[in-house]
């Protein structure tokens, strides 16, 4: 069992990386949207195919969700044995979602240029790709009061990737790319029918990532109760008796 002291300075680390989560996204809208503006095209388009990226909505939620955490933590969790089950359930799904980020980026996406509006800001690009998934990997395995999920909740985290998927594939075709001015727009190479192999490449990607997302999603959860029944045992053996001593020492002297 953690102790408060680790739990405060981690919750602080979940807020540090919220901000610099929100700021990469902030500056790349502002970059492509100026650009947009300076080369006269649609700024609306621009926009809006910009948080059609899963990179920027699964980053945006991971802010969301770690900004969460890190208030309930100072409002309500200090005195908390686990996580309230929508955190956890949250926490669960975005920690998900940026695993995937990371490996498909980097293993398949990094030298390649997405249709974003403008070249990629590389710190902020190494933030949305690296640094944020890694830190949300590290908070699966060193965050605190992590509760055990039951197995249903691996549904629930991949449910939003599948109807991402299912928007960007009926999207695609409805918008006129503001860079090319191709009458279509798809935020990852994979999933544009009109290139190398068609619908069957397609269908080919998305059952492999959707495979990825089922896995990870798999992983987070046994991981998750793992932790849970760790907790438990620690709670019937007495050997979380001198970790509270501790604690509440520590309160006594803050």
Do not use: C
Not at 36 to 64: C, G, H, K, P, Y
Not at 107 to 118: C, F, K, M, Y
Not at 139 to 159: N, Y
């Amino acid at each position: 069992m953690r102790t408060t002291a680790w739990a405060r300075t981690w919750s602080v680390m979940r807020l540090a990386m919220a901000a610099l989560i929100a700021a990469a996204i902030i500056a790349q809208l502002s970059k492509s949207v100026g650009t947009a503006i300076e080369l006269e095209r649609d700024v609306a388009t621009t926009v809006a195919n910009f948080f059609s990226f899963f990179t920027i909505l699964s980053n945006a939620a991971a802010a969301v969700v770690l900004i969460w955490a890190a208030v309930w933590f100072f409002a309500r969790g200090r005195h908390a044995a686990v996580e309230p089950p929508a955190l956890a359930l949250a926490l669960a799904s975005v920690t998900s979602y940026m695993i995937v980020t990371g490996i498909v980026y980097n293993a398949l996406l990094r030298n390649i240029e997405l249709p974003q509006g403008s070249a990629p800001i590389p710190w902020s690009n190494e933030v949305l790709h690296l640094i944020g998934p890694l830190f949300l990997l590290a908070d699966l395995f060193v965050g605190p009061q992590r509760r055990a999920l039951r197995w249903r909740a691996v549904w629930a985290i991949i449910a939003f990737p599948l109807a991402w998927t299912a928007y960007t594939l009926l999207r695609g075709p409805m918008i006129t790319n503001p860079v090319s001015g191709d009458p279509f727009w798809y935020p990852y190479p994979f999933l544009n029918p009109n290139g190398a192999g068609g619908w069957a490449a397609v269908g080919f990607w998305v059952v492999v990532i959707a495979a990825v997302f089922l896995g990870v999603a798999a992983l987070v959860v046994w991981w998750g109760r793992r932790i849970g029944q760790e907790r438990e045992l620690d709670h019937e053996t007495g050997d979380h008796l001198e970790d509270e001593w501790r604690e509440a020492r520590e309160a006594q002297l803050d």
